[in-house]
């Protein structure tokens, strides 16, 4: 079975329960002992972030890893800080925004975009690269923002300016259809081509305003209130600032 590793924990002295994305079974957690052990062979092939080949038994105490190698580990994104941190955050949304045993669309969804982000290319927008990842996990998921139609009267044929992003309704509604107060983000018709466009063509302000809007509509459509990750931004330039002080 192939699985991503999503992250590890300890349990008693030596024991770890790992969380993965599987292939086959979506989003699971099995029970990984000795592997704090100096002599764990398994110990270096649970990193997360790194593709594995992993068998397991069903045990009294839950599913328990026996083997697991490293298939592929996206070695460019682990020598890159920037990467590195989208990458963590990719992980991060991903297990919030699943439950157990969850769609097994998110699997390729995930790889594909670990295999994007591992190109020698610099990334030149972490924040923009990660909200296309969120818009599709969100359609993997069922909660994706709805942006072709009126959430309510099902029209698509008015001007753009004539539709509000709302969430509570969960994507565009026409003015005339829902009150103008409480959780609504202005909406724009560049919002519609993110999903193709791998460039974002917004200005700084409209795509200000979309990852706000993507941020609010998630934390109020996933399982739990998930972390913002355009925050990847700030502790960039705390980084880019220990590195000019240095
Ligand atoms: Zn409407």
Redesign the pocket.
């Known amino acids: 079975m192939d699985a991503i590793i999503l992250k590890r924990k300890d349990i008693r002295e030596y024991d770890q329960i790992v969380t993965c994305l599987t292939d086959h079974f979506g989003k699971q957690e099995y029970l990984i002992r000795g592997v704090k052990k100096i002599v764990s062979k398994n110990a270096a092939h649970i990193e997360p972030c790194s593709v594995v080949d992993m068998e397991f038994v069903s045990a009294k105490s839950g599913d328990m890893l026996t083997t697991v190698y490293t298939t592929q580990y996206f070695s460019h994104v682990k020598k890159d800080y920037i990467k590195r941190l989208v990458a963590d955050m990719l992980l991060t949304l991903v297990d919030m925004c699943t439950t157990t045993g969850e769609d097994l669309t998110v699997y390729p969804l995930l790889l594909e975009t670990l295999d994007i982000l591992n190109t020698k290319r610099p990334l030149l927008d972490p924040v923009y690269f990660i909200d296309r990842f969120v818009l599709y996990l969100g359609k993997a998921v069922g909660i994706s923002p709805v942006l072709e139609a009126?959430?309510?009267?099902?029209?698509n044929k008015k001007d753009d300016t004539e539709y509000i992003l709302s969430i509570k309704q969960g994507g565009i509604?026409?003015r005339?259809?829902v009150p103008l107060e409480g959780a609504i983000y202005p909406f724009c018709a560049e919002y519609r081509t993110i999903l193709t466009m791998s460039t974002c063509n917004m200005s700084l302000r409209q795509q200000g305003l979309f990852h706000a809007y993507l941020h609010h509509h998630m934390s109020f459509h996933s399982p739990q209130s998930i972390p913002d990750w355009g925050n990847i931004k700030k502790w960039l330039n705390v980084a880019d600032l220990c590195i000019i002080e240095t």
């Open positions: 009126c959430c309510i009267c099902k029209s509604c026409c005339s259809c």
